[in-house]
């Protein structure tokens, strides 16, 4: 496992722009495809983006266009810009990697309308 930890949610108006970033205690982290989930009341947590140790991403349809996942492995830190944000982007956000069972706290993101 490796240990995680998100930070930059908060509240911010629709169309708006937030950056998340988790940072990674481990130099396993450089060998591992990551992912931000978000969960939001009520509901699933479901996948955002994902990002392999060469860099190839995928979106979820949701966000695609919107969000942009990225690594800076020398920083051992995952990062989710995201923009043109919406009310129903709320959701408590996580970066894992769900076959070693990594997961962070998570960071709250709150879009008001």
């Known amino acids: 496992q490796v240990q995680l930890v998100e930070s930059g949610g908060g509240l911010v108006q629709a169309g708006g722009s937030l950056r998340l970033s988790c940072a990674a205690s481990?130099?396993?982290?450089?060998?591992?495809?990551m992912a931000w989930y978000r969960q939001a009341p009520g509901k699933q947590r479901e996948l955002v983006a994902s990002?392999?140790?060469?860099?190839?991403?995928n979106y979820a349809d949701s966000v695609k266009g919107r969000f942009t996942i990225s690594r800076d492995d020398a920083k051992l830190t995952l990062y989710l810009q995201m923009n043109m944000l919406k009310p129903e982007d709320t959701a408590v956000y996580f970066c894992?990697?769900?076959?070693?069972?990594?997961w962070g706290q998570g960071t709250q993101v709150t879009v008001s309308s």
């Open positions: 894992g990697n769900a076959p070693t069972g990594s």
């Open positions: 481990g130099t396993i982290f450089r060998a591992l495809t």
């Open positions: 990002i392999t140790r060469a860099a190839n991403t």
